[in-house]
């Protein structure tokens, strides 16, 4: 059993940071895949970025430039950098942890961009 706990959501106004953790707890292994999806109201989840055990990331398009993300091993957590916010990319922020037929999601934390 894999434990995923987000946490770091909140409001910002358009052009600001936030900041997201995903702590991950249980049978976690070194060469699991984890990253970040988000659901906006009335859309379907989509993928944000993901982090490979070999280090690579990469990023969908639309936050390409603006978000990061990045691991630390010692605390099994991932962290998504999110800067230069926009409305669009209110939603609820989900961590997700893969490998071979583990795959576990943890419970969400909202974003809310708005004036």
């Known amino acids: 059993q894999v434990q995923l706990v987000e946490s770091g959501g909140g409001m910002v106004q358009p052009g600001g940071s936030l900041r997201l953790s995903c702590a991950a707890s249980?049978?976690?292994?070194?060469?699991?895949?984890m990253g970040w999806y988000r659901q906006a109201p009335g859309k379907q989840r989509e993928w944000v970025a993901t982090f490979f055990s070999v280090g690579s990331t990469t990023y969908t398009d639309s936050v390409k430039g603006r978000f990061t993300i990045s691991t630390d091993n010692a605390e099994n957590t991932i962290y998504l950098q999110m800067n230069r916010l926009k409305p669009e990319d209110t939603a609820v922020y989900y961590c997700?942890?893969?490998?071979?037929?583990?795959?576990?999601w943890g419970q969400g934390t909202q974003v809310t961009v708005s004036s």
């Open positions: 997700r942890y893969r490998f071979l037929s583990d795959d576990y």
């Open positions: 249980g049978s976690i292994s070194s060469r699991g895949v």
